[in-house]
């Protein structure tokens, strides 16, 4: 009789509550299975999952788990087998099945890998000999296919390929986390649990409450007519849910309601094409939380379940040891509601990431509603493939991706066709609508030195400046902060501070009581608030038309009192970021040529139009990943050196957990003794600072930043324990010098 062998073990030397193998892996196949049938790979991810621990049918590795102190390949062997049986598509499952722990590696050798690439593990060199017994207990299909695809090339398929491998890694290494968690929960009552996952019938119990919310909120209109121009928007938009799914734009003039009205149509469309989620992309992690809270609010009791807010920078670390990685799968989110909100960065990396806390999540992206929250944001340099990874969400991934803006980029270009097809407006006539939405009179002054600034804000009792850097605002508010209803807003705050902040600043604004604020471009973006005047310095137009809205946001003043000043700062002193500063170049074109109305319509084609093509194509894929990709076979696939290249946020940012107050302080001492992260992190997202890495390690060498329980988390998360470093008024400051220089490059 042959002795069993398990997938994972216990302290009972008994192995009575140990899992067995066999168990394990049908398990994670029949989930693998349930999860790709979104779309069409199902028996693909089922083979993945049959195979994935294969390797653990060897002596060694059951004395390994046993207590003999080794290391053991498991996942390689599957690869191996899955090549040998299925050829081509056993080479994309050998991706997958080789990675479901390490990662996704290059397929062929390559000079920036840190990883093994697949074809030199697939030779099997100094594996441990496989056991005949696995075929007793797993049966294998004859052959395997992969599902019919659209394909923009068909002789250069490689970033369909390369996505479809992605998608069946995310599918497993959910699978696999899911079942290991499962079994490892059924022997503690005691440990979190997962919760259950949404179905799609959800959708239409959140439609009928977004329904009741939309009705309550249009009788409280007051008569405005803004409110009016609103409601027809609503209306209009939500009018065309029936269209085939596809690529839709959204293009609203600030304060034109386009929140709420995305969400509408978003699940008007999933209800009646039978999609699963709605996924919400922010491109500023200062506004996720009070997106989510806005839908919360909207979906009445149905809210705190449905939503989830998702911009941890809780993520798979691969500078960490391994011992720290693999608690990390603890704190990994695989966006199981039926509303997610989460951050660009998020989203983006997580189509071309090789890891698999990144990529766990990927699969539910399949069948979902996916709007994307100021479109024009997505970055320059990786715009391109940007596009072609929507665009293919879009044709094999039966997703429908809204391009939500109030500045809208021209992505409908001919020269952009080869990456992504027609995308059609569903906002009613953009041209009128901005003239009837129409509040402020932009005006520009070429130089302002920051004394200037702060006598501009010092004339008006309630002013708001933005401005480009960290460290300009909290200069320009240390220079005004003696002045009634001064206050400062920047990302050196946590999310939790800076709701407080901005309660408080609303709640000045409506009282009509003095309110000076000093801000980053966090406030830009999404925050209802609204000043009698606003001073931006210099940006691209759309964050001119960003900060514009935050004037005169509900149309009670007249258009020419309502100002928005763009000035210019003293390059010496405030340089911005090179990025920055191109948009900035390209903007001060377009306030020349339409200096009567830098805003309209006219104005902002001509402001994209130079950005994108003044450097030509290339520059919108700086790395030319899309080249890399066409170039690629089937066994010579990218993984790592794509997920190398593809980085919205080109410098490291490290997450800091601030003590800001008692629920930040009760969770921090939760995580010192849970078992599992997952429901804690998800609570102190909102207690998060990032910060460049060479501050974090200054910080990190003073002993003001501590881990917590490195025993079990590791480096993972940061505590900041010098609370004297954290002020009430601007957030995280220390007055080292050489912090304060790397602050000065981050905007």
Not at 617 to 629: F, I, K, P, R
Not at 632 to 638: E, F, M, N, T, V
Request: glycine letters at 6%; proline letters at 6%.
């Amino acid at each position: 009789m042959n002795p069993p062998f398990f997938a994972h073990s216990t302290q009972d030397a008994s192995k009575r509550d140990w899992q067995f193998l066999a168990d394990h892996l049908l398990a994670v196949s029949r989930l693998a299975w349930s999860f790709a049938q979104a779309f069409g790979a199902g028996e693909l991810a089922r083979v993945a999952g049959l195979l994935h621990d294969l390797g653990k049918y060897c002596l060694e590795y059951q004395d390994y788990i046993a207590g003999k102190p080794a290391h053991v390949d498991h996942a390689t062997r599957g690869a191996i087998v899955a090549l040998e049986r299925y050829g081509p598509v056993g080479q994309l499952l050998a991706y997958a099945i080789a990675g479901h722990h390490a990662g996704l590696a290059d397929g062929k050798a390559s000079a920036e890998l840190r990883r093994t690439p697949l074809a030199l593990r697939l030779t099997g060199k100094n594996l441990p000999e496989l056991l005949p017994q696995w075929e007793q207990e797993i049966e294998l299909p004859r052959q395997v296919a992969l599902p019919t695809m659209k394909l923009k090339n068909p002789r250069a398929p490689g970033f369909e390929i390369a996505f479809m491998a992605r998608m069946l890694f995310s599918c497993l290494v959910d699978a696999d986390y899911l079942d290991t968690d499962a079994f490892y929960a059924g022997l503690d009552p005691s440990r979190t649990r997962r919760r259950p996952s949404s179905q799609a019938s959800d959708l239409s119990a959140l439609r009928a409450a977004l329904d009741e919310h939309l009705t309550a909120k249009q009788g409280q209109g007051g008569g405005k007519p803004i409110n009016a121009t609103r409601a027809r928007i609503l209306a209009h938009v939500r009018a065309q849910a029936a269209r085939e799914p596809g690529l839709f734009s959204l293009w609203v003039p600030t304060g034109g309601g386009k929140t709420l009205a995305s969400m509408a149509f978003a699940l008007d469309h999933a209800v009646q094409h039978g999609l699963r989620r709605v996924i919400q992309v922010i491109p500023f992690t200062s506004i996720v939380e009070q997106n989510a809270r806005v839908f919360r609010e909207a979906f009445g009791p149905l809210g705190v379940d449905a939503v989830l807010e998702h911009h941890s920078a809780f993520a798979d670390d691969p500078t960490q040891a391994r011992e720290a990685k693999d608690k990390l799968h603890l704190a990994m989110e695989n966006w199981d509601a039926p509303v997610i909100v989460t951050t660009a960065v998020q989203f983006f990396e997580s189509l071309f990431g090789d890891r698999p806390a990144q990529c766990r999540k990927l699969h539910r992206v399949a069948g979902s509603v996916i709007v994307l929250d100021e479109a024009q944001t997505l970055p320059l340099p990786l715009l391109r493939p940007s596009l072609a990874a929507l665009d293919e969400l879009a044709r094999n991934y039966h997703c429908s991706i809204v391009f939500c803006t109030a500045t809208q980029p021209a992505l409908s270009d001919p020269r952009f066709h080869d990456v992504i097809g027609a995308i059609t407006e569903l906002a009613p006539a953009p041209d009128r609508l901005y003239q009837e939405l129409r509040r402020t009179t932009v005006r520009h002054e070429p130089r302002l030195s920051d004394e200037q600034v702060v006598e501009r804000l010092l004339v008006s009792p309630q002013a708001l400046c933005i401005v480009n850097s960290r460290l300009q605002a909290h200069a320009l508010y240390q220079m005004l902060r003696q002045a009634p209803g001064a206050r400062h807003l920047s990302t050196l705050m946590c999310a939790a501070h800076r709701s407080r902040v901005l309660n408080d600043i609303r709640q000045r604004l409506q009282a009509g009581e003095p309110c000076r604020v000093v801000s980053t471009s966090l406030i830009e973006a999404g925050v209802d608030v609204s000043f009698p005047r606003v001073l931006r310095a210099e940006a691209g137009i759309d964050s001119i038309a960003q900060a514009a809205g935050r004037c005169n946001r509900e149309g009670l003043a007249s258009r020419e009192t309502s100002e928005v000043l763009v000035f210019g700062s003293d390059p010496a002193q405030w340089k911005p970021p090179p990025e920055l500063k191109q948009f900035a170049d390209v903007a001060r074109g377009t306030l020349r040529r339409f200096a009567a109305d830098p805003l309209q319509p006219a104005a902002v084609t001509d402001y994209f139009e130079e950005l994108y093509w003044t450097q030509g194509t290339a520059a919108l894929d700086e790395h030319d990943l899309l080249g890399l990709l066409r170039g690629s076979k089937i066994d010579s696939l990218p993984f790592e050196t794509l997920a190398c290249h593809y980085r919205i946020i080109s410098s490291v940012q490290m997450p800091v957990l601030v003590p800001f107050d008692d629920e930040a302080r009760e969770a921090l001492r939760a995580l010192r003794h849970a078992e599992s992260a997952l429901g804690l992190a998800r609570r102190l997202q909102r207690y998060i600072v990032q910060i460049p890495r060479a501050a974090y390690r200054l910080l990190r060498e003073a002993g003001a930043v501590q881990p917590i329980a490195p025993e079990k988390w590791g480096e993972q998360f940061m505590e900041l324990v010098n609370e004297s470093l954290y002020d009430e008024s601007c957030g995280l400051a220390w007055e080292n010098p050489a912090y304060l220089q790397v602050q000065a490059s981050v905007w």
